[in-house]
């Protein structure tokens, strides 16, 4: 390898070539789509990552140009002159998605997670002026820059784990002024990172303290100020250029990488002590009206009916825990994905998980992500929520695989450019120090990404 950036924190990205054969990989995991077939995955084709052995795959100018075993690809005309990576004794497979974070705070909450060891359960936590409310004062007094810097920061930890894609949320700033200022450090942090960042407003995260009594008066700024700002914003200003960091080239001269607006997608979170259901379909209906994508968490700690939230085609149902029998019926018919977040069960110490083999089972789509808060899921890692969801959700580790990648990429509907290693797409890809692709679950507590490339911009 050439270039390498000294003296930053980010000393540990170099350069790309142009031109790079990954080759020789013991397995790579394509998740190469079956007969043409464009959404979501489900039931049986889960199970199916597109193997082939001593495969390899060339990437130039940022995108994936050929695919194959190593005899195949090697023959590519661009392969001659191509900077060779050997991934023998290596699974490659394509970057994580991590489709449900919320990187936009500033300190980890150790009180919470004390007081919770002692007995106390979420809901006593926020009662006692924890929980989310927490975050608040932190967020509100941060400057954009120090909220971008620990976005950053997230970010990276998350790409040295093999993810290339992730989704963040707002919500911890919880007025106008927090909230914009929350998706101004996303935007900012997704310009320094290599990776694709989807920004999402997640202003209907609780109700902030001062509106407690008065909640409605808050559900109309969500729709009246916060939804048509995000959704009239231009999220990078006309003519700036992505800034990579000194020493590195952009993959590509456009800008398809970073977002266009403050925020792509409204989330709201439904849950008591959170927003009802009639506040949150107005909140999502604001939000569609106005072109924006939304998702949902829902059925995090009690149950709740869904039928009311389709209409409004939501890109994901997040959590899930408490997902009735009927809605699971539903679910299986529509593209609408399931985002699991065992993560979050095991940080919170519950005993039960998601309905993970219910939802598989009957054919319902289902993805994974870390949901990356400080409250309930302080960590970065894919790997190791694979993990979890395999020891404690009994997914196979194979259907994992596809719910943290390709499903993942759908859950952003981004499975056009993402989430499979396929000519024409982007070349965001994982290497994996491991010669079966059933030991990324199997290890944990450990890091054996080896190398990822993010829209073909190399991180070691
Ligand atoms: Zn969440």
Redesign the pocket.
């Known amino acids: 390898m050439d270039t390498q950036e000294k003296g930053s924190h980010r000393d540990t990205v170099r350069s790309t070539p142009q031109t790079t054969l990954l080759l020789h990989a013991e397995q790579l995991l394509t998740l190469r789509s079956t007969a043409g077939a464009s959404g979501p995955r489900r039931g049986a084709d889960m199970r199916e990552l597109g193997i082939i052995e001593d495969g390899a795959v060339l990437i130039a100018d940022g995108k994936i140009a050929a695919v194959g075993t190593t005899d195949e690809v090697a023959k590519h005309e661009l392969a001659k002159h191509a900077h060779e990576i050997d991934c023998s004794h290596n699974v490659v497979l394509p970057g994580f998605v991590d489709s ?3 990187p936009a705070f500033t300190t980890p909450r150790l009180i919470d997670f004390e007081k919770r060891i002692a007995g106390a359960s979420y809901e006593e936590i926020a009662e006692a002026g924890g929980g989310i409310s927490a975050s608040l004062r932190g967020v509100r007094e941060a400057s954009t820059e120090a909220l971008a810097t620990h976005v950053l920061k997230a970010l990276d930890e998350m790409a040295a784990q093999g993810t290339t894609m992730v989704e963040a ?1 707002s ?1 911890y700033g919880l007025s106008f002024a927090a909230e914009m200022r929350s998706l101004d450090a996303i935007r900012d942090a997704a310009q320094q990172w290599p990776g694709k960042v989807v920004p999402t407003l ?1 202003g209907a ?1 609780v109700v902030p303290p001062e509106y407690r009594d008065r909640s409605e008066e808050y559900v109309r700024i969500v729709c009246e100020e916060m939804i048509p700002a995000v959704a009239n914003s231009n999220g990078s200003p006309p003519g700036s250029e992505k800034q990579i960091p000194r020493g590195l080239k952009p993959a590509r001269d456009d800008n398809s990488s970073f977002p266009t607006r403050l925020a792509e997608f409204v ?1 709201v ?1 439904i849950e008591r002590g959170a927003f009802t259901m009639e506040q949150s379909r107005r909140i999502l209906r604001a939000a569609v009206q106005l072109g924006l994508g939304v998702r949902v ?1 829902v059925c ?1 700690l009690t149950p709740a009916e869904l039928a009311p939230l389709l209409e409004f085609h939501p890109a994901s149902f ?2 899930m825990d408490y997902v009735s029998d009927e809605d699971i019926a539903v679910l299986s018919k529509l593209d609408t994905v399931a985002t699991l ?1 065992p993560a ?1 069960n095991y940080f919170l110490g519950l005993k039960d998980f998601p309905p993970a083999r219910k939802l598989l089972d009957a054919g319902v789509p289902v993805a994974l992500a870390t ?1 990356y ?1 400080p409250g ?2 302080p960590t970065p890692s894919m790997p190791f929520v694979l993990s979890a969801a395999c020891t404690h959700t009994k997914m196979s580790p194979a259907e994992a695989i596809v719910a943290a990648t390709y499903n993942g990429a759908c859950a952003l509907r981004l499975q056009h450019q993402k989430g499979s290693l396929e000519p024409g797409k982007d070349a965001d890809i994982a290497i994996f120090e491991a010669e079966d692709y059933r030991e990324l679950a199997y290890w944990f507590a450990t890091n054996r990404c080896r190398q990822t490339f993010l829209n073909g911009i190399t991180r070691l």
């Open positions: 449900h974070t919320h949320k919500g997640l995260h989330d979170f968490h995090q997040d959590h977040l979050a949901d808060n309930t899921s």
